[in-house]
């Protein structure tokens, strides 16, 4: 059984910034693919960024993040972050972190993804 452990969240102003963290219980995850999705109240659950081995130009993003929002992770630790620069409002919602990627559909599709986390909280006021 995988476990997934979200943390970082918090209440920032317009602008700011916050990391999230997502620590993965089990070894065998720990070069598989990796997201990080969001749901706001009232809304559905989103993809947000998703990560394969080490990163670099294998992290995707959804377009309403593409240069605020960094995904990484760090292999050794076993560790997904998402890191959050120039907060907006819009970007208030719980943020889940997820495992288990069944291939053959969108990275960001979160009916691709097994395993979840409980989620952390991101309020961001204007």
């Known amino acids: 059984q995988v476990r997934l452990l979200e943390s970082g969240g918090g209440s920032v102003q317009a602008g700011g910034s916050l990391r999230l963290s997502c620590a993965v219980s089990a070894g065998t995850e720990r070069n598989n693919r990796m997201g990080w999705f969001r749901q706001a109240l009232g809304k559905e659950r989103e993809g947000v960024a998703s990560i394969y081995g080490r990163g670099g130009g294998t992290a995707v993003y959804v377009d309403s993040v593409k240069g605020r929002f960094t995904i990484s992770r760090d292999i050794a630790e076993n560790k997904v972050y998402l890191q959050m620069d120039s907060l907006k409002p819009e970007d208030t919602a719980v943020y889940y972190c997820?495992?288990?990627?069944?291939?053959?559909?969108?990275?960001?599709?979160?009916?691709?993804?097994?395993?979840w986390g409980l989620g952390t909280q991101v309020t961001v006021s204007s």
């Open positions: 997820a495992a288990g990627f069944k291939a053959g559909g969108n990275v960001l599709d979160v009916r691709r993804y097994v395993y």
